[in-house]
Structure formats: structure tokens, C-alpha cells
């Protein structure tokens, strides 16, 4: 009799085969897609590379993945880790005598896959498409239910488009709207120097040798370069402080998390301002930090006090530290401004009142002691003649 059970349950136990179905079904009812980004500054950084290398790691953990649309640019290490991954025929549109291919994003839908790699993002699609653009096509397998990886590189942003014309001297025509990208539930950033990618490109692992000439006297130039690098591990670095502070305020975590030193100098309408912006500055240098000072408006100042303002707002401007104007109670504003920015370090002035008066009236560094323990909080005395900036 136990033998009978044994064996009927073996029959109703499912292969892995359908157990990964009916998670790809789960997944698919839920109603959404996940979205992951290859982010790099030019071609021939790695981002097919990568985004290929993850299908294959996905594959082997049992992952139903496929190929919606993948660009070798005829370059034989890439063609070489498509592998046996399986591929999507693409849709062939007719167009002026010619016959282009693009994905078939109705096909990928009916396939139905956990995951499609779709190459190259910022693409616009042939005339005749049901949809213009290729972020428009993975918006529309996101919202099938179905996982995308895709590639970008930078200069395709819609917001970053003066500035990298104003670094290249080129337009960039194809762009992707920020709130796209912004939506993505992870960027990983494909990196390599510019030298290195220099070389690539000399050596023909890019373009063909007869392009290699002129694009090092265009987009190649290793300046551009440098600065489009710049522009791509900023971006990265800011997706990442977004998911920290999201995660944060999910989770009610007012801790200030040193993942950077973040220093605010408090500063106030009084000549001992100059003397705490210096300070705050300094201690940023020294820590390779950011640095902003923070003014709290309790009352409108008085003529006096609207000129030693003026002057510590011109100290910041040439230091090129950010000024923040509040208003509000002067420790209740700075406890929440330090909270909710991730402030580690604190610089404010020595309290010119006495003992009695902050007794009666209470003391704002006493506040933040007693608020921000997991703060750094220094206290600057003020010099006799405090010179101006």
C-alpha cells in the first residue's frame, strides 16, 4: 500500500520543465515586467557583450530567456556568444524598394519568454512599424508580462542632448525619454577606459579599418571621451543614491548611511558664517565629499543682517558650494534637511548666547546633539575679527 502512494505521488510530482512554466506564468499574471539597462558612453565598450554573458548565466539557472533582437555589427566575438541562445525571427518591412528587419515584438509576446534581450534601446524603427521607437516596443513586452534586458549609452538621454552637443559637436538623433530609463529596475554600467576603447577601435574590434580614421577625428577623440565617461558613471552614481534613499524611506530609516560624506555647514546672517563655509569646504577637500551650507530663515533680516548674508552667499558661490534657504524653526529644519539628504558631517558655529539664555530659550547645537547622534557635529569658534570673504 505504501509502494501504491509512492508511486502516485511520483505521477503528480511535475517535471522541471513544467514547474518553470508555471513560474513563467506566475510572473506573467502579475502584470509587469522587469527592466534592465546596460548603460556605457560609446560603441565597443561591452554592452551586447555583458548583456549576452547574462542571458547565458540565466539560461543555466533554468531561466527561459531569448533573443528579441540582438546588433553584432559584424563583430565575431559578439556573433560568437550568441551561441545556441534561441532567437526570435524579426519582422521584415518592406520600405522604398528595400527590405529592413526589426523586432517582432507580436512574436516575442506569443513566444512568451521570462526574458528578451533587446539591443540597442535609443533605435528608431523602420517606417511602417506599428510603433516608432524601440523603447516604445519594450514597453510594450513590459507590460506582456516579459523581463527585458536592453543596451544604451549615454548620449542617447533626451536631457543630455546640449550637453553633448556642446562636448562633441555632434547632434545626437536618437534619443530615449529619462523617465524611460528612470523606470528601470537596474542600470549596470559597462565601462572601459578611453584609452582602452582607443585601442579597440584601432585595432578594427569596432569599425572596420577604413572607418577608424574618422571616427578618431569625431566621436573617438579621446577628450570627448573623457567627458562622456564622466557624463555616464554621474548618471550611474545618481540611479544609485535614488535607490538608497528609496529604499530608506521605505524601510523609515532616518540613520544617515556614510556611503558618502555629505557636510552641511549651517551658516547664519553674521560675519562667523565666512569662517564656518572655509571650514566646511576644507573638510569636504579633504574627504572627497560633497558640501552644502544651509541657511534657515526663522524672520526677515535686517538690513545689517541682509549684507553679511550676501557676503556668505558670495564666499559659496566662489567656493562653489550650494547654498539651501529654509524656513522654519532654525534646529527643526536642519534636523530634517540633514536626515532626509544623508548628511555625515555637520559644521556649525559656537552659540553667542549665554548660559541663561539658552537654558530659557533652548540651544539649536543642543538640539542637534540630541536629535543626530549618528552625526558628526563640529562646533566652530568664532574668531574676535572674523575677516570677510
Given amino acids: ?22 513560474v513563467t506564468r506566475m510572473e506573467r499574471q502579475r502584470g509587469h515586467g522587469r527592466l534592465k539597462v546596460f548603460l556605457g558612453y560609446a560603441a565597443g565598450v561591452g ?81 511602417g ?3 516608432e521607437k524601440r523603447w516604445q516596443d519594450v ?29 562633441t559637436g555632434i547632434w545626437v538623433r536618437e534619443t530615449v525619454p529619462d523617465h524611460v530609463v528612470g523606470q528601470a529596475d537596474e542600470i549596470e554600467m559597462v565601462d572601459a577606459t578611453p584609452r582602452a576603447l582607443i585601442n579597440r577601435l584601432e ?39 535614488e535607490d538608497v534613499a528609496s529604499y530608506r524611506r521605505e524601510r523609515h530609516i532616518d540613520q544617515a548611511w556614510a556611503t558618502q560624506d555629505r557636510v552641511m555647514v549651517c551658516i547664519g546672517p553674521s560675519r562667523p558664517s565666512l569662517r ?3 571650514r566646511g569646504w576644507r573638510i569636504a577637500q579633504r574627504l572627497e565629499g ?30 562653489r558650494v550650494p547654498v539651501v534657504t529654509l524656513h522654519g524653526r532654525i534646529s527643526a529644519e536642519l534636523i530634517r534637511y540633514a536626515r532626509e539628504n544623508r548628511i555625515t558631517q555637520i559644521v556649525v558655529g559656537h552659540s553667542s548666547r549665554s548660559r541663561l539664555a539658552q537654558a530659557l530659550r533652548g540651544s539649536i547645537i543642543a538640539d542637534l546633539f540630541g536629535a543626530l547622534r549618528n552625526i558628526d557635529i563640529l562646533i566652530v569658534a568664532a574668531l574676535p575679527e572674523d575677516p570677510a570673504g
Avoid at 554573458?53 to 560568437?80: F, K, L, N, P
Avoid at 526677515?300 to 549684507?307: L, M, N, Q, V
Avoid at 553679511?308 to 552667499?313: Q, V
Fill in 1 to 22: 500500500m505504501r509502494v501504491a502512494d509512492t508511486m502516485a505521488d511520483d505521477e503528480r510530482r511535475p517535471s522541471p520543465e513544467e514547474v518553470l512554466e508555471r
Fill in 47 to 127: 554592452k551586447t557583450y555583458e548583456m549576452l554573458s547574462e542571458a547565458h548565466r540565466r539560461r543555466r539557472r533554468g531561466q527561459d530567456v531569448v533573443i528579441a533582437y540582438v546588433e553584432t555589427h559584424g563583430r565575431q566575438g559578439t556573433a560568437d556568444l550568441v551561441g545556441d541562445l534561441e532567437i526570435v525571427p524579426r519582422k521584415r518591412i518592406e520600405y522604398r524598394g528595400s527590405v529592413l528587419e526589426e523586432m517582432d515584438v507580436e512574436a516575442v509576446i506569443r513566444r512568451g519568454p521570462q526574458y528578451a534581450l533587446v539591443d540597442e534601446l535609443a533605435h528608431t524603427n523602420a517606417p
Fill in 129 to 131: 512599424s506599428e510603433r
Fill in 139 to 167: 514597453q510594450a513586452l513590459l507590460d506582456a508580462g516579459i523581463s527585458v534586458l536592453s543596451t544604451l549609452n549615454v548620449q542617447h538621454l533626451e536631457s543630455l542632448n546640449d550637453t553633448v552637443h556642446g562636448i
Fill in 203 to 241: 585595432r578594427g574590434d569596432i569599425y572596420s579599418h577604413d572607418k577608424v580614421p574618422l571616427a578618431l577625428r569625431n566621436w573617438f577623440r579621446e577628450g570627448n571621451l573623457h567627458a562622456l565617461r564622466e557624463i555616464a558613471l554621474r548618471e550611474v552614481a545618481h540611479e544609485v543614491d
Fill in 276 to 278: 564656518l563655509i572655509r
Fill in 290 to 319: 560633497e558640501v552644502v551650507a544651509v541657511y534657515v530663515e526663522s524672520r526677515p533680516p535686517g538690513a545689517k543682517e541682509a549684507s553679511e548674508l550676501r557676503d556668505s552667499f558670495a564666499l559659496a558661490e566662489r567656493l
